[in-house]
């Protein structure tokens, strides 16, 4: 089974910090995205890629950025964290079939 | 009008009944579709995926599509209170994944 790890599940940040979420996935798969999860609102992309080095924006990308160096690994830099951040963020990586999510990561922002 | 909608619930049924869940869309053009299963806090796991209109069955869980009338439905038989958590439907004209409409979740507590 393809695994998704995210290496945080619960983080506390000061408005203005910058942070970093991490995600690594074992299947080799090219896809790899971010979700922000709030309540009523479902699940929202920020970030997708396709490959090394490669990066799209999704529905709401304004105030982070990503970085995929390496194809298993695919970040999420929120540049200057603001209380609006607070969430739920999911990692996912899918190849044909459906996504396989990570755990999240719940992000406070204080 | 929202892409998705999706009753948010909760729904409390009894252990051993039938489940119904459901999702409406607005966009004709849908027609790969997924459901997942989401225990709180963790992340979502896929249940089920269908591709176009008809049923299809894993199980206890038999996911339904009627594209005529932009509706799809998730049944789950002999509900269990290991099945309490939230539901989620997601859509997409394409099999590509940032396409994907996700809908907002309907919690389900099956109670013992």
């Known amino acids: 089974d393809v695994k998704v790890t995210q290496s945080s599940r619960y983080l506390v940040k000061r408005t203005g910090e910058k942070v970093f979420l991490e995600c690594v996935q074992d299947?080799?798969?090219?896809?790899m995205f971010w979700y922000r999860q709030d309540p009523g609102l479902g699940l929202r992309l920020i970030y997708f890629?396709?490959?090394?080095?490669?990066?799209e924006k999704g529905d709401i990308p304004e105030g982070y950025s990503v970085s995929r160096e390496k194809k298993e690994r695919f970040s999420l830099i929120l540049e200057s964290a603001s209380t609006n951040q607070t969430s739920m963020y999911l990692c996912?990586?899918?190849?044909?079939?459906?996504?396989?999510f990570g755990s999240g990561t719940r992000l406070t922002v204080v | 009008q929202k892409e998705v909608e999706q009753d948010p619930g909760p729904l409390s049924v009894p252990e051993g009944a039938i489940v119904s869940l459901n999702c409406t869309y607005s966009?004709?053009?849908?027609?790969?579709f997924m459901w997942y299963r989401q225990y709180s806090r963790k992340g979502p796991e896929l249940l089920m995926y269908?591709?176009?209109?008809g049923n299809k069955e894993d199980g206890r869980f038999t996911a339904q599509v009627d594209k005529s009338s932009k509706y799809i439905s998730l049944f789950i038989r002999d509900s269990q209170p290991s099945d309490s958590a939230t539901y989620l439907c997601?859509?997409?004209?394409?099999?590509?994944?940032?396409?994907?409409?996700f809908g907002p979740g309907t919690r389900l507590s099956v109670l013992p």
């Open positions: 996912a990586s899918k190849t044909g079939g459906g996504y396989t």
């Open positions: 299947m080799d798969h090219e896809n």
């Open positions: 890629s396709y490959d090394v080095k490669m990066k």
């Open positions: 966009n004709s053009a849908f027609q790969y």
């Open positions: 269908t591709y176009s209109s």
């Open positions: 997601a859509m997409s004209a394409y099999n590509y994944g940032q396409n994907f409409v």
